[in-house]
């Protein structure tokens, strides 16, 4: 079977769950919640477009456990006593494929930011330890920490399988329990970041506790035909944090229990490598897997291949990978095994939907091989990385009021104007958590 082939076959799950084929709308923080943090008409219509799209799986940005804990004040929270009324509208938006219910899996990615929480939303940031995000001159951007008691950590087990829950009752298909990209789950499994010395901390094995406590509450609240899948970082492209032979052997532990998808992706607030500027395993310039020799299109393109195939030789569920796929002859390599046999079953996609949202239907049908993502290249990479992420949120901005994508936008001009939008929104979010409390 070609690569081409494979792509638009479906794919069985562990539970039974049939993916339509084999290309997935990967999540990106899309920071469109209406007020109270639910899910409004904007994100309905950015949905229902991506539904079109052609895509076998959907899957949300962050989902929030907890209402005092976002990585974005636009961010969705879904929690006991949430109205599931729009989680249900939601739900219907992103599986109604050219008037068919039902079309497509929609699954809600759920999370927790720990200490990747800006501090200009007013809350208490935790995390395994008291350890802050690093990242220079920014730093002060991002909230100070406290360490999680162990009560916490199970009263936070118990919310991810709340939320799951809900999720199910809402009408979605599945969740993704968010362990990678320097979230609360990531920062557990990380030595860098989790310096316990109680059943939490230490060895891997007690760093992975949290994330493995957490499938299980999940997948005993849910029917088992409800998806559950991981998202874990190959690796977190610091010296020494969770590395490649850390994801294979959490893989590995994974098996054992029901968990119908691992997708792989990498780094942090810290490292972005899921921008593909991140740093190898021992801290040095990370170079991303070349597809053709000397293109630098290339290097900024399936990131994390060689170390989903690698991962892939332990793993016994499918395994997805996202990381900046552009282009089809891009994709048709990455679902392509490797010399020992082994490769990955998902292709998630996140930039390139937000810049052509019917990219799985034009590949299908031969057309639009190639979608023009821009990279900004400024000399500061935190600046640069950030700029990147506005120019992504202004085209979902776009095409959640039913406009087109605007992929000439300046970085510059996205950035201001996200940052313009954070800032109205975190007053929003201020006023929702007065209200709330009272």
């Known amino acids: 079977m070609s690569t081409k082939a494979k792509m638009f076959t479906p794919l069985t799950l562990p539970n039974g769950q049939v993916l339509p084929n084999r290309l997935c709308k990967a999540a990106m923080e899309e920071n469109l919640c209406d007020a109270g943090q639910l899910p409004g008409d904007r994100l309905f219509t950015l949905y229902r477009q991506w539904a079109s799209g052609g895509a076998g799986l959907l899957l949300t940005g962050n989902v929030m456990i907890c ?22 509208q939601w739900a219907i938006a992103g599986r109604t494929r050219a008037g068919r219910s039902g079309a497509s899996q929609l699954w809600m990615q759920i999370s927790h930011p720990g200490r990747q929480m800006y501090a200009a939303l007013g809350e208490q940031a935790v995390a395994p330890s008291n350890v802050a995000v690093d990242i220079g001159k920014f730093s002060k951007l991002l909230a100070q920490p406290r360490a999680l008691t162990s009560d916490e950590i199970e009263a936070l087990i118990e919310r991810f399988a709340t939320t799951a829950a809900l999720a199910e009752q809402a009408g979605f298909t599945g969740v993704q329990i968010h362990a990678a990209h320097g979230y609360l789950l990531s920062q557990f ?14 060895s891997l094995e007690n760093r992975a506790q949290f994330l493995l406590r957490v499938v299980d509450a999940v997948r005993a609240k849910v029917q088992p035909g409800f998806a559950v899948a991981v998202k874990l970082n190959s690796a977190d492209f610091q010296r ?21 998808l691992v997708e792989l992706s990498g780094g942090s607030y810290e490292s972005p490598a899921m921008q593909g500027s991140g740093q ?34 332990v793993a016994t569920m499918p395994i997805m990978v996202t990381g900046g796929i552009t282009r089809l002859a891009v994709a048709e390599q990455a679902l392509a095994e490797n010399s020992d046999g082994f490769g990955v079953d998902v292709l998630g996609i996140a930039r390139a939907m937000a810049f052509e949202p019917n990219l799985p239907n034009a590949w299908q049908a031969g057309e639009k091989a190639t979608v023009h993502v821009p990279v900004v290249a400024w000399d500061n990479k935190t600046i640069a990385s950030l700029a990147m992420m506005a120019l992504a949120k202004g085209q979902l901005e776009r095409l959640a009021k039913g406009r087109a994508p605007k992929p000439d936008m300046s970085p ?9 939008r954070t800032a109205r929104r975190t007053k929003r979010y201020k006023k929702w958590r007065q209200s709330d409390a009272g």
Do not use: C, M
């Not at 395993?281 to 989903?308: L, M």
């Not at 510059?412 to 313009?420: H, K, N, S």
């Open 67 to 88: 209402p005092d804990a976002l990585t974005g004040p636009g961010g969705v929270v879904l929690q006991q006593g949430t109205p599931l009324q729009p989680f249900q």
């Open 189 to 202: 499994l990380s030595p860098l970041t989790n310096r316990r010395s109680d059943q939490w901390g230490g």
């Open 240 to 260: 020494g944090g969770f590395a490649l032979a850390d994801a294979k052997w959490v893989v590995t532990e994974l098996n054992k229990k029901p968990v119908d």
């Open 280 to 313: 190898d395993e021992d801290g040095n310039a990370h170079s991303e897997p070349q597809v053709e020799p000397q293109s630098s299109t290339a290097q900024r393109e399936a990131y994390f291949i060689d170390f989903a195939r690698d991962i892939a030789s």
């Open 412 to 420: 510059l001009l996205a950035l201001i104007a996200e940052r313009w």
